[in-house]
Protein backbone atom coordinates (compact mmCIF):
# COMPACT_ATOMS: atom_id res chain seq x y z
CA UNK A 1 0.00 0.00 0.00
CA UNK A 2 1.72 3.38 -0.85
CA UNK A 3 1.46 6.17 1.60
CA UNK A 4 2.24 9.84 1.08
CA UNK A 5 3.25 11.68 4.27
CA UNK A 6 3.82 15.80 3.80
CA UNK A 7 6.23 17.64 6.55
CA UNK A 8 7.97 20.80 6.54
CA UNK A 9 4.85 22.64 7.66
CA UNK A 10 4.70 24.99 10.89
CA UNK A 11 4.14 28.51 11.75
CA UNK A 12 6.31 31.36 9.87
CA UNK A 13 5.98 35.40 9.56
CA UNK A 14 5.56 36.92 6.72
CA UNK A 15 8.10 37.22 4.36
CA UNK A 16 9.99 34.02 5.50
CA UNK A 17 10.54 30.74 4.08
CA UNK A 18 9.51 27.20 4.32
CA UNK A 19 10.61 24.30 3.11
CA UNK A 20 7.92 21.21 2.61
CA UNK A 21 8.31 17.38 1.95
CA UNK A 22 6.50 15.15 0.50
CA UNK A 23 7.15 11.21 1.25
CA UNK A 24 5.94 8.08 -0.64
CA UNK A 25 6.87 5.14 0.03
CA UNK A 26 6.77 2.36 -2.60
CA UNK A 27 8.10 2.44 -6.16
CA UNK A 28 5.53 4.79 -7.89
CA UNK A 29 7.29 7.68 -6.94
CA UNK A 30 9.47 8.10 -9.86
CA UNK A 31 6.73 7.17 -11.96
CA UNK A 32 4.09 9.61 -10.51
CA UNK A 33 3.79 13.25 -11.62
CA UNK A 34 4.33 15.33 -8.33
CA UNK A 35 1.75 17.64 -7.29
CA UNK A 36 1.76 20.40 -4.45
CA UNK A 37 -2.24 21.80 -3.44
CA UNK A 38 -3.35 23.86 -1.15
CA UNK A 39 -6.72 24.56 0.70
CA UNK A 40 -7.31 27.80 2.94
CA UNK A 41 -10.00 27.68 5.61
CA UNK A 42 -13.73 28.48 4.10
CA UNK A 43 -12.12 27.82 0.37
CA UNK A 44 -11.61 25.56 -2.03
CA UNK A 45 -8.57 23.23 -2.18
CA UNK A 46 -6.31 24.95 -5.52
CA UNK A 47 -3.19 23.90 -7.53
CA UNK A 48 -0.15 25.41 -6.25
CA UNK A 49 2.57 23.73 -8.28
CA UNK A 50 3.11 20.65 -10.39
CA UNK A 51 6.36 18.75 -11.51
CA UNK A 52 6.04 16.07 -14.08
CA UNK A 53 8.12 13.19 -14.63
CA UNK A 54 9.79 14.59 -17.25
CA UNK A 55 9.73 18.22 -18.57
CA UNK A 56 9.45 21.47 -16.52
CA UNK A 57 7.82 22.26 -13.74
CA UNK A 58 4.00 24.40 -13.62
CA UNK A 59 3.24 27.22 -11.39
CA UNK A 60 0.14 28.99 -10.45
CA UNK A 61 0.12 32.87 -10.55
CA UNK A 62 -0.40 32.48 -6.72
CA UNK A 63 3.19 30.28 -6.30
CA UNK A 64 5.26 31.88 -9.47
CA UNK A 65 8.03 33.70 -8.61
CA UNK A 66 8.07 32.89 -4.91
CA UNK A 67 7.90 29.16 -4.62
CA UNK A 68 9.95 25.96 -6.01
CA UNK A 69 9.04 22.85 -6.71
CA UNK A 70 11.06 20.14 -6.80
CA UNK A 71 12.08 16.06 -6.39
CA UNK A 72 14.16 13.64 -6.02
CA UNK A 73 13.26 10.61 -7.26
CA UNK A 74 16.20 8.02 -5.43
CA UNK A 75 15.31 8.94 -2.40
CA UNK A 76 11.59 9.15 -3.02
CA UNK A 77 11.27 12.72 -2.00
CA UNK A 78 9.21 15.87 -3.07
CA UNK A 79 9.91 19.20 -2.11
CA UNK A 80 8.11 22.47 -2.35
CA UNK A 81 10.35 25.60 -1.32
CA UNK A 82 8.42 28.62 -0.40
CA UNK A 83 9.98 32.18 -0.29
CA UNK A 84 8.80 35.52 0.79
CA UNK A 85 5.09 33.80 2.38
CA UNK A 86 2.32 35.67 2.54
CA UNK A 87 -0.83 35.79 4.87
CA UNK A 88 -2.82 34.71 2.33
CA UNK A 89 -0.68 31.44 1.96
CA UNK A 90 -2.06 30.22 5.04
CA UNK A 91 -3.58 26.48 4.29
CA UNK A 92 -3.28 23.24 4.87
CA UNK A 93 -0.53 21.86 1.39
CA UNK A 94 -0.94 18.59 0.49
CA UNK A 95 1.15 16.56 -2.05
CA UNK A 96 -0.27 14.17 -4.35
CA UNK A 97 0.88 11.69 -6.98
CA UNK A 98 -0.43 11.55 -10.35
CA UNK A 99 0.10 8.20 -12.41
CA UNK A 100 -1.90 6.72 -14.78
CA UNK A 101 -3.15 3.96 -12.56
CA UNK A 102 -3.77 6.06 -9.59
CA UNK A 103 -3.88 8.82 -7.47
CA UNK A 104 -2.59 9.19 -4.19
CA UNK A 105 -2.76 12.10 -1.44
CA UNK A 106 -0.83 12.97 1.46
CA UNK A 107 -3.03 13.85 4.79
CA UNK A 108 -1.54 17.67 4.86
CA UNK A 109 0.74 19.97 6.88
CA UNK A 110 -0.62 23.45 7.86
CA UNK A 111 1.52 26.45 6.95
CA UNK A 112 0.64 29.36 8.99
CA UNK A 113 1.74 32.91 8.03
CA UNK A 114 1.45 35.58 10.70
CA UNK A 115 2.14 39.48 10.15
Known amino acids: QVQVAESGGGLVQAGGSLTLSCAAS????????LNWYRQAPGKQRELVAT???????YYTDSAKGRFTISRDNAKNLGYLQMNRLKLEDTAVYYC?????????WGQGTQVTVSS
Open 96 to 104: NLVRWDAIH
Open 26 to 33: GDIFSTSG
Open 51 to 57: MPTIGDP
